[in-house]
């Protein structure tokens, strides 16, 4: 099956700094990689997200990045503020093949006043 | 978007005993999963819960430990069976919409069980 491995474990950064969280996943069918955001006590919610045949894609102060030939795809957010704080979770799935979401082990970001 | 009614939402159960969970979409959707999620980890996924037959399950899940039915395009059930405090987790249900299976997917609030 599929393995997501993530980095860094946790993150602190100052407020309006950026913060970068990388993904590699093991499976090359992988086609849909999308993150999620979980603050504490809550369900996961997804972000953004991005599919095999796109590079790069942006939302406000949030972007993705996929390089499919080194299977791995990173979170940028920059600007970022306190209430950025919250558990990050990538995962990469094969949509139309099973569609099964194998999830990464979580970045716990700190977003410091 | 689609939402997800689990209930129950906690719980507290000996050992040795079962726990259903269910598991309600407000629509129609494509693919249901359940993920386990253990304080302070990961989502593991246990298992797809497929309509009308038996569940796809990951490795190191079994069916007669996680019993799971989808009876219908709305509604699944997780079953934890025999219970032992390794068991304590949250286990979520997650659905997904769209032609094929694609896009977005939904999670539940998801079930905090405690086993003593």
């Known amino acids: 099956g599929e393995n997501v491995e993530q980095h860094p474990s946790t993150l602190s950064v100052q407020e309006g700094d950026s913060a970068v969280i990388k993904c590699t996943y093991s499976?090359?069918?992988?086609?849909?990689f999308p993150w999620y955001k979980q603050e504490l006590g809550k369900r996961p919610q997804l972000i953004i997200d991005i599919r095999s045949n796109v590079g790069e894609k942006k939302d406000q102060r949030i972007a993705v990045t996929l390089n499919k030939t080194a299977k791995h795809f990173s979170l940028h957010i920059t600007e970022t503020q306190p209430e950025d704080s919250a558990v990050y979770f990538c995962?990469?799935?094969?949509?139309?093949?099973?569609?099964?979401?194998?999830f990464g082990t979580g970045t716990s970001l700190t977003v410091i006043p | 978007s689609a939402v997800i009614s689990q209930k129950p939402s906690r719980d507290i159960c000996q050992r040795g005993t079962s726990l259903t969970i269910q598991c309600q979409v407000d629509s129609q959707v494509t693919m249901m999963f359940w993920y386990r999620q253990q304080p302070g980890q990961s989502l593991t996924l246990i298992a797809t819960a497929n309509q009308g037959s038996e569940a796809t399950y990951e490795s190191g899940f079994v069916i007669d430990k996680f019993p799971i039915s989808r009876p219908n395009l709305t509604f699944s059930t997780l079953t934890v069976s025999n219970m032992s405090p390794e068991d304590s987790s949250i286990y979520l249900c997650?659905?997904?919409?769209?032609?094929?299976?694609?896009?977005?997917?939904?999670f539940g609030e998801g079930s905090r069980l405690t086993v003593l």
């Open positions: 995962a990469a799935s094969r949509q139309n093949t099973g569609n099964q979401f194998y």
């Open positions: 499976d090359s069918a992988s086609n849909y």
């Open positions: 997650s659905a997904q919409r769209g032609a094929g299976g694609t896009g977005e997917l939904f």
